[in-house]
Structure formats: C-alpha cells, structure tokens
C-alpha cells in the first residue's frame, strides 16, 4: 500500500482519537503522539500504531494521532481507516480485516 | 463618689461580690453605638468601608496571618482573586490561605505563591493550573486537604485560626446582614460561609448589591460582621451556576444510574420516610431519575435529602416526594430558586452538615448516600483527588463525611474513563477509607464491599450482577491494559487530612 495523499480518520471525542496520515518520502514511520495519557500508555499507543502498520506494509508514512483515551482496538481501527484513505483506497476488502 | 445618673450610692462590695464594674457613661462601654440621636433609616450608621485595600488596612492583616473564603460562587468566584491582587499589591506576605474550596478560576494564585504573599493552602479541592503548578512542586508547604466536615472541626477547635474571612455574598445590607438567593450573583445556600462567618477574628463582606435593612432571612447576621466593601461584582452568574444541571444522555451513565437506583430499591434501606444524598455527577444524577420511578411506584416518600441540592432534588421536594432539604451548597438555578421559595429547604452550614466533633452533624442520620470516584481499590479505598496521571484535580468535598455517616454508602463510577481504569491494585491518594464504603456500582458489574454480606444477598435476590470486586478491577485492565507506573518525585505537595484531623495520606510530586 502506498501513501498517495493525507487521510484522516477519528475525532477529538474522550475516549476516541484522530489519526491523519500523509506521505513523509522515504524517512520511515515518523509518529507525532498526543496523549491525554501519554505517560501511563505512550510506549503502548507507539507500539500499536507500529505493529498495524507493519501488517499493511507501510513503511514510510507521517502519523499524526491526537490521542483522547482509546483503547487499542480503537486506535487500530482508526489508524486502518485513516491509511486506506491516505492510499486512496475505495474499495475495501472487508474479509481481509 | 458613684458615677450614677440618679446619684444613688453603689457600694465596692457589691462591685466586687459581682465581679462587675462601675456604671461609667451610657456610651463609653459600647464603640459600635452612635452617640449623635438622628434619623435611624439613613444608613449612616454602616459598616461600608470604600475599598478593599482600606478594608484590609482596618483588619490589621499582616505577615503571616490566616485568610479565608469560600466557594459558594464556584466556577464564577471573582472575590477571591480580586482580594488577593489587593493584598499582594499591599506587599502582605507569608499568608495562611484558607479556603472551603478552590476552582479552575483561581489560578491568579500562582502567581500571588511565586510572589511569597501566599505560603501556606488548605483546601477541600484544587484544580486546574494552580492544581498542575502545585503537583509540580510549586510550593516550599505542601497544602492541606480537608473534607468540608473536617474543615468545620478544624475551625470550630481552632485548628485552623482565621484571622480575616473575606466573604462574597450576593447581597446584604449596610450592617451586615446577607443573604444568598437574591441578587445579580446568586448562589443560594452560603453554608461554608457561615462556619468562617462565626469562628473568624475579622469578618469582611464583599458584596455587589446593597439591599434594604433589614435584609431578611439572612445566612451570615450583622452581629458577626466588621466590615462591608461593595465591589461591580462577586460572581459571574455563568460560572455560578448553570441554569438546572441538565441529565446527561451518556448511555454509560444511564446505565450506571439506573443499576445505581435499583440497588438503592433492592438495598433493604428503601422504605418510606427513607434519606438521602446524591451528587452532581451525571450518573449520580440520573439515580435520583430513576428512584424517582420506584418511589412512585411503590408509594415511598423519603423525609429528606441531604447535601449539594440540585434540581433534580427540587422536583421530587415540590412534587412531594422528599419532604425536607437540608442544603449546604446549592448547585444550580433551580435550587437556589428553590432555597428562597420553599418553607422546607433549608440552609444549614458546614458544621451542622459533617462536623465529626460537633454534638450531631446531618451525615449521621442519612441512610443512603451515592458517590463518584476518580479511582477504588479492591479494599474499597476511594481516590477522589488526584487523576491517573498522578496530578491534583479534585475534592475532597463531603465524600469521606458522607460515606461514614450513611447506612448505606454507594459508589458510582464507569469502569473505565478514557484508557484510566477505575478499579485498580492501588490508588494514588486515599481520600475514603475502603472500610466505610459499601457497594460499587460500574457499567460492568456491581461489587459489594465483603463487611456487608447481607447488602450483597439482598441485591443478589434483585437479580443485580454482583461479582467479586477483583473481577472488576481484572475485566478494566484487560480492556484498558496495564499503565507503566507514575514516577513520583520525594517532595509531598499535598497533605490529606481526614475529617477527625489525623492524616490519613500524602500527595507526591509528579516527575516532569
């Protein structure tokens, strides 16, 4: 999956979090973390958002998250959404998630 | 010879075998009475003094003396930064601050700390910047946490001297007599105020609205006033009060509230002529919704409500459904409407509230009481001061009060708040002893504290999901998983006090 534009999904709500995913060239995962909860849960947020962008071959993205309190399936469901969207990917194979 | 008017001779004896002395004048005796006759309706004879800064100069504050306010006007309070840019402009230092309360408006405060006008706090709540400034580590004297029964104790025996209370009041009349619920700034019951009011070396009123003498029925009376300073406004009504706390539509809360309600129904304490309190939390409020529902429909009347009124409790008391209100603190447009209306809401002060030393305060004959928590260990010790993060950010109010002196003390709370668990191996701040809490109540199941076994098999009969408080706290961390540790540094901020005056913990400062 490549990167071809920015995609937002989420929102500021307690308890959600709004992830925007846009192209960084070739610099790697870069990940800009905002978390009401950053010290108790920052090391788990990173490594949730790492390990879901690995499963989807992304190697090379900007992940902007604005973290209000969500629980990781939460956080992957977003970060899934906001990078189908950045790839501009309008059919979604639904089995495959 | 005897100074007497009609030269009658008074022997020494008689002044000795009663202790007394002799008659020396009609007016020398008595400061406070006029000695030129007039006309009495001109306000004349006033205690208004023009400005705050010549108020605090007739008070005599100096280095190292103990102020107070209160909180009555919450979120809207203008007073307590308004009388402190004064004093700190005076160059008074070294002050005792001694406040029922503190807000998210005070965090001028700050800067008045940084300048050393203020050294030492104590305080039910803290919140907002002045809160994040202390758990930083912002003051050389960690503040003192009090609960507003623990507060009353300490003024009342003297723990806690007040050398010059400074208390907003939305009106009162030129000698000193105020009131609550009229005025622009209405914040009905001014029960926090009357403790300083009494107990307080200097009283000054800081007021915005001069009303006609007498100013009857009044909280805070003339015989305890010194001195009165009209200001262009103590409160923003806003921040007061909103207009009736709204019931919230969070369905987590409803659920919670309605489960809350049913085991107030099931408790075995739900019988007519029953007492309660709830608070202002939108899960607690909506408890008081839904009993509302089973006191119709089993024909129960409670006798009277207790604490923090809103208006959700006015209704049920003009609907007759609660007979009497005993009001400390009125929460919004509804209940202070409601505390000058009715007959049988009634003001009561901080003491007669949830005094522990007193000869009898109202948390003692409650039979059931529902409160909030930020966090609850398995013990049932409840944190309603500091945030997971390990941040000061909230009261502790009549929690600690209430949840001993109820027969049945209840806990509402969601599971989990944003990723925070609630229900936790270990607390950060223990405000409420385990041992006086009864049931928890989340959205993923109720537990009952093991010491009241008969309240766990009456709500098991009711079908209620009661599970070990262990699951509880295990369902929580496989939802929100397990937080790293919160590093604190050795510096206490904060000391809490528990309402008899023992300390019951302390607060670390958070590590940046």
């Given at each position: 999956?490549?990167?071809?534009?920015?995609?937002?999904?989420?929102?500021?709500?307690?308890?959600?979090?709004?992830?925007?995913?846009?192209?960084?060239?070739?610099?790697g995962?870069?990940?800009?973390?905002?978390?009401?909860?950053?010290?108790?849960?920052?090391?788990?947020?990173?490594?949730?958002?790492?390990?879901?962008?690995?499963?989807?071959?992304?190697?090379?993205?900007?992940?902007?998250?604005?973290?209000?309190?969500?629980?990781?399936?939460?956080?992957?469901?977003?970060?899934?959404?906001?990078?189908?969207?950045?790839?501009?990917?309008?059919?979604?194979?639904?089995?495959?998630? | 010879?005897?100074?007497?008017?009609?030269?009658?001779?008074?022997?020494?004896?008689?002044?000795?075998?009663?202790?007394?002395?002799?008659?020396?004048?009609?007016?020398?005796?008595?400061?406070?009475?006029?000695?030129?006759?007039?006309?009495?309706?001109?306000?004349?004879?006033?205690?208004?003094?023009?400005?705050?800064?010549?108020?605090?100069?007739?008070?005599?504050?100096?280095?190292?003396?103990?102020?107070?306010?209160?909180?009555?006007?919450?979120?809207?309070?203008?007073?307590?930064?308004?009388?402190?840019?004064?004093?700190?402009?005076?160059?008074?230092?070294?002050?005792?601050?001694?406040?029922?309360?503190?807000?998210?408006?005070h965090?001028?405060?700050?800067?008045?700390?940084?300048?050393?006008?203020?050294?030492r706090?104590?305080?039910?709540?803290?919140?907002?910047?002045?809160?994040?400034?202390?758990?930083?580590?912002?003051?050389?004297h960690?503040?003192?946490?009090?609960?507003?029964?623990?507060?009353?104790?300490?003024?009342?025996?003297?723990?806690?001297?007040?050398?010059?209370?400074?208390?907003?009041?939305?009106?009162?009349?030129?000698?000193?007599?105020?009131?609550?619920?009229?005025?622009?700034?209405?914040?009905?019951?001014?029960?926090?105020?009357?403790?300083?009011?009494?107990?307080?070396?200097?009283?000054?009123?800081?007021?915005?609205?001069?009303?006609?003498?007498?100013?009857?029925?009044?909280?805070?009376?003339?015989?305890?006033?010194?001195?009165?300073v009209?200001?262009?406004?103590?409160?923003?009504?806003?921040?007061?009060?909103?207009?009736?706390?709204?019931?919230?539509?969070?369905?987590?809360?409803?659920?919670?509230?309605?489960?809350?309600?049913?085991v107030?129904?099931?408790?075995?304490?739900?019988?007519?002529?029953?007492?309660?309190?709830?608070g202002?939390?939108?899960?607690?409020?909506?408890?008081?919704?839904?009993?509302?529902?089973?006191?119709?429909?089993?024909?129960?009347?409670?006798?009277?409500?207790?604490?923090?009124?809103?208006?959700?409790?006015?209704?049920?008391?003009?609907?007759?459904?609660i007979?009497?209100?005993?009001?400390?603190?009125?929460?919004?447009?509804?209940a202070?409407?409601?505390?000058?209306?009715?007959?049988?809401?009634?003001?009561?002060?901080?003491?007669?509230?949830?005094?522990?030393?007193?000869?009898?305060?109202?948390?003692?004959?409650?039979?059931?009481?529902?409160?909030?928590?930020?966090?609850?260990?398995?013990?049932?010790?409840?944190?309603?001061?500091?945030?997971?993060?390990?941040?000061?950010?909230?009261?502790s109010?009549?929690?600690?009060?209430?949840?001993?002196?109820?027969?049945?003390?209840?806990?509402?709370?969601?599971?989990?708040?944003?990723?925070?668990?609630?229900?936790?191996?270990?607390?950060?701040?223990?405000?409420?002893?385990?041992?006086?809490?009864?049931?928890?109540?989340?959205?993923?199941?109720?537990?009952?504290?093991?010491?009241r076994?008969?309240?766990?098999?009456?709500?098991?009969?009711?079908?209620?999901?009661?599970?070990?408080?262990s699951?509880l706290?295990?369902?929580?961390?496989?939802?929100?998983?397990?937080?790293?540790?919160?590093?604190?540094?050795?510096?206490?901020?904060?000391?809490?006090?528990?309402?008899?005056?023992?300390?019951?913990?302390?607060?670390?400062?958070?590590?940046?």
């Open positions: 999956m490549r990167i071809v534009k920015t995609g937002t999904a989420g929102t500021l709500e307690s308890s959600d979090v709004m992830i925007t995913v846009r192209s960084n060239g070739t610099d995962v870069q990940i800009a973390l905002q978390s009401i909860v950053e010290k108790q849960f920052g090391k788990q947020i990173r490594a949730t958002i790492e390990d879901t962008l690995k499963s989807m071959s992304i190697d090379h993205a900007y992940i902007d998250v604005k973290d209000q309190g969500a629980l990781d399936c939460a956080i992957t469901a977003r970060l899934v959404s906001a990078v189908y969207r950045a790839a501009g990917i309008e059919k979604i194979d639904w089995e495959a998630l | 010879m005897p100074d007497n008017p009609v030269n009658h001779e008074i022997p020494d004896e008689i002044l000795s075998a009663f202790d007394r002395k002799l008659f020396s004048g009609a007016y020398s005796n008595t400061p406070h009475i006029r000695i030129d006759k007039g006309n009495r309706s001109l306000p004349r004879l006033n205690k208004i003094v023009d400005t705050i800064e010549q108020v605090v100069i007739k008070t005599g504050l100096s280095d190292g003396m103990t102020i107070s306010f209160h909180h009555h006007f919450r979120g809207g309070d203008k007073v307590i930064n308004m009388v402190m840019d004064v004093i700190s402009h005076m160059g008074i230092k070294n002050l005792t601050l001694a406040a029922s309360s503190l807000t998210t408006v965090s001028p405060l700050v800067g008045h700390i940084k300048s050393g006008t203020i050294s706090i104590c305080t039910s709540g803290i919140r907002g910047e002045l809160a994040d400034e202390i758990s930083a580590g912002l003051m050389d960690p503040i003192l946490i009090h609960s507003h029964g623990g507060r009353a104790r300490a003024i009342e025996t003297g723990k806690i001297k007040i050398d010059v209370a400074f208390l907003g009041v939305p009106t009162c009349d030129v000698y000193g007599n105020a009131n609550g619920y009229t005025g622009a700034s209405a914040c009905g019951s001014l029960g926090y105020a009357k403790v300083d009011a009494h107990f307080a070396r200097k009283v000054v009123l800081i007021t915005d609205t001069i009303a006609e003498y007498p100013n009857t029925p009044f909280s805070i009376h003339q015989d305890q006033v010194d001195y009165i009209v200001v262009d406004q103590v409160g923003d009504p806003k921040g007061i009060s909103s207009g009736a706390t709204r019931l919230t539509k969070n369905p987590r809360d409803i659920l919670i509230g309605s489960l809350a309600a049913k107030i129904a099931c408790s075995g304490y739900f019988e007519d002529g029953f007492s309660l309190q709830t202002s939390g939108g899960a607690s409020l909506v408890t008081t919704k839904f009993l509302r529902e089973y006191m119709e429909q089993q024909n129960i009347r409670a006798n009277w409500a207790l604490g923090g009124i809103t208006a959700q409790m006015v209704k049920l008391h003009e609907d007759g459904l007979k009497r209100l005993l009001d400390v603190q009125s929460f919004d447009q509804e202070i409407r409601s505390i000058g209306e009715n007959r049988y809401h009634s003001e009561i002060d901080a003491s007669y509230y949830a005094n522990p030393l007193n000869k009898g305060c109202a948390v003692n004959k409650i039979n059931v009481v529902v409160l909030s928590a930020l966090e609850i260990d398995t013990e049932f010790n409840v944190n309603v001061l500091t945030g997971s993060d390990g941040v000061l950010r909230g009261a109010g009549g929690h600690s009060d209430t949840a001993i002196g109820s027969g049945l003390s209840i806990v509402v709370a969601p599971l989990i708040r944003g990723r925070s668990a609630t229900v936790v191996d270990q607390i950060k701040t223990v405000i409420t002893p385990g041992s006086t809490i009864d049931v928890l109540v989340t959205d993923r199941g109720i537990a009952v504290n093991p010491r076994p008969q309240v766990a098999e009456q709500l098991r009969r009711c079908k209620l999901p009661v599970i070990p408080i699951e706290k295990e369902k929580a961390q496989k939802l929100a998983g397990v937080p790293e540790p919160i590093i604190f540094e050795k510096k206490i901020v904060a000391v809490v006090e528990y309402r008899d005056g023992t300390i019951l913990d302390v607060v670390r400062q958070v590590q940046a």
